[in-house]
């Protein structure tokens, strides 16, 4: 592959009226993009809005309808994935694509080995050339170490090393950080601006709007399958006027109202809970109609709480009162069929969803009494007419019930997750993560269902690393740290001082509310 001259000014990838189409769906309408030489573009918009699509389209996955693409000021004819290859593009995805068998080297050198593979790999060579990827990525690893050794980043900075293998000038990052810890995404973040400083052109698609005016250079924003203006100086945009270009005219994210729930009756009472596997005892209570926020750096232990509380996870000692009542949990169908207490996943993917199934099957499948006929028999038409009622209550953008759930955007599918949750008619909600990878549009969507729940009367624990998320909703927050709850403070909505105080919390040993500080980090 001919390498090009390298001018910061000079265009590198220029799209001109794409238009895709699928079934009944105009997913791009004559889109327009200019990516220049050693610049970070961020492509955003709404889940839905075209991103992915689009991405498809530059790699070579799918051929769209109509339109022009230009690279180096030549047309060309992206019709399959290694035709973009052999122009210089690659795709690092947000689903990670690595054999989990093979080693560094032989993942990034993934094409090397499976186009020749009657041939010996001289893998001595491979090693060496995996070291200076591993190297220009800035990765400090043994190119001979298996994937499995590697944290999530780590596995990431490999994605990138094997788009920059096949010598690519052009890199398309989708959703890059969705899966990592903000220190890891700042290490990916650093390896980026050095890929740029290369001259390398990168297509950034992220719904973190603090990432995109950390790390771009212009802004694309793509609304309803089409352009919304040229792309635009990073340096021109606010925050509000980026929400407002991508989900249009609609209100931007708002606090919502707290409530004083001191005679409101406790619905659920936790009390010395702990696991065998960590040993540290935590104790906190929720009241009837309460939005109450974990915060935490990822591994904190939020999660694993909310796991021991509703039987997923086993608890070596401690009480669970609901309602009044001691409840055992030994599993997670005791706690939403008897305690109706529902769950929220963190991973949609894996432990949210039957991904290749129909949205119907995905979301009665917890309800099953419900789609039964007066002769007791599984009625197609009931779970229809269930998933209906769903759709309209969280605006699930679907063909039909019957559609594949992998066939719908990740804010639709995010929707399904919680479709599943409330078709038990919950009497506590456990939200974890609910708006990770969600666009701004439906990220809002979602605050002001989860805020009607509570004013009619459901409880939830709003488990959140989006401290802003939880200063919007939440009317009590705690903060976790190694395990364990080491603060608490009421929600004033006063973003400077709740967020100064959570991190004085999280740094400082001292007494907060009913929790005191036992460690330093």
Same mark, same amino acid.
């Given at each position: ?46 889940? $839905?809005? !075209? ?8 790699? $070579? ?14 047309? =060309? ?18 689903? %990670? ?33 995996? #070291? ?6 800035? *990765?400090? =690893? ?11 980043? &780590? ?32 290490? *990916? ?36 399958? /089409? ?61 009837? @109609? ?11 232990? /939020? ?7 509703? @039987?997923?996870?086993?608890?070596? !000692? +401690? ?20 305690? %109706? ?10 432990? !949210? ?7 119907? %099957? ?5 309800? #099953? ?13 009931? &779970?229809?007419? *269930?998933? !209906? ?33 409330? =078709? ?24 002001? *269902? ?6 009619? $009367?459901?409880?939830?624990? #709003? ?12 009317? /009590? ?5 190694? +395990?364990?709850?080491? $603060? ?34």
């Amino acid at each position: 592959m001919k390498q090009p001259e390298i001018s910061h000014d000079k265009s590198v990838l220029q799209l001109d009226g794409f238009t895709k189409i699928f079934p009944g769906v105009k997913a791009l309408d004559n889109v327009t993009m200019n990516l220049k030489f050693g610049e970070v573009l961020a492509l955003v918009g709404e889940n $839905g809005a !075209g991103k992915s699509t689009l991405i498809n389209c530059i790699s $070579g996955v799918f051929r769209p309808e109509s339109g022009q693409i230009r690279i180096n000021g030549e047309e =060309v004819s992206l019709n399959n994935p290694q035709a973009a290859f052999s122009h210089g593009i690659s795709v690092v995805h947000q689903e %990670r694509n690595l054999i989990p068998t093979f080693n560094v080297a032989e993942n990034i050198f993934l094409d090397r080995i499976c186009s020749q593979p009657f041939k010996t790999v001289d893998r001595k060579q491979m090693q060496k050339d995996a #070291l200076a990827l591993l190297e220009r990525v800035k *990765l400090d =690893v043994d190119p001979t170490s298996g994937i499995e050794e590697l944290s999530s980043a &780590q596995k990431q900075m490999i994605e990138v090393a094997r788009a920059l293998s096949i010598h690519s000038h052009i890199v398309l990052l989708d959703e890059p950080t969705a899966s990592i810890s903000i220190k890891e995404a700042d290490s *990916l973040l650093d390896t980026i601006r050095q890929l740029r400083n290369q001259g390398v052109a990168i297509i950034y698609v992220s719904h973190k709007l603090e990432e995109i005016f950390a790390i771009a250079d212009r802004v694309k924003v793509i609304r309803d399958g /089409r352009s919304i203006g040229d792309e635009e100086p990073i340096s021109n945009m606010t925050r509000d006027i980026l929400i407002e270009r991508m989900v249009g005219q609609r209100e931007l994210l708002q606090a919502f109202p707290s409530h004083n729930r001191d005679d409101a009756e406790t619905v659920l009472k936790v009390d010395q809970i702990h696991s065998a596997v960590r040993p540290v005892k935590n104790s906190f209570s929720l009241r009837k @109609g309460e939005i109450l926020g974990w915060y935490g750096l990822v591994g904190a232990g /939020r999660t694993e709480l909310a796991r021991q509380v509703i @039987g997923i996870d086993p608890i070596a !000692g +401690g009480t669970i009162i609901v309602n009044g009542k001691v409840a055992r949990m030994p599993s997670y169908k005791e706690a939403y069929e008897k305690h %109706r207490i529902s769950y929220l996943s963190e991973n949609r993917k894996e432990e !949210g969803l039957f991904i290749t199934h129909s949205i119907s %099957r995905n979301v009665s499948i917890v309800a #099953l009494d419900r789609t039964k006929n007066k002769f007791g028999m599984h009625s197609y038409k009931k &779970q229809e007419q *269930l998933t !209906g009622q769903f759709k309209d209550l969280l605006k699930i953008q679907m063909r039909s019930g019957e559609s594949v759930v992998s066939s719908l955007s990740g804010g639709n599918q995010q929707k399904v997750c919680i479709a599943k949750c409330l =078709v038990i008619d919950p009497e506590i909600i456990i939200f974890d993560e609910p708006t990770v990878g969600i666009d701004v549009g439906t990220k809002l969507e979602i605050h002001k *269902l989860i805020y009607s729940l509570s004013q009619q $009367g459901k409880s939830i624990i #709003l488990i959140s690393s989006d401290l802003p998320e939880l200063i919007q909703l939440a009317e /009590r927050i705690q903060v976790f740290r190694s +395990g364990k709850i080491v $603060g608490e403070l009421m929600n004033t909505k006063d973003y400077d001082t709740v967020s100064s105080h959570v991190m004085e919390i999280m740094l400082n040993e001292k007494k907060v509310g009913n929790h005191e500080h036992e460690e330093t980090i």
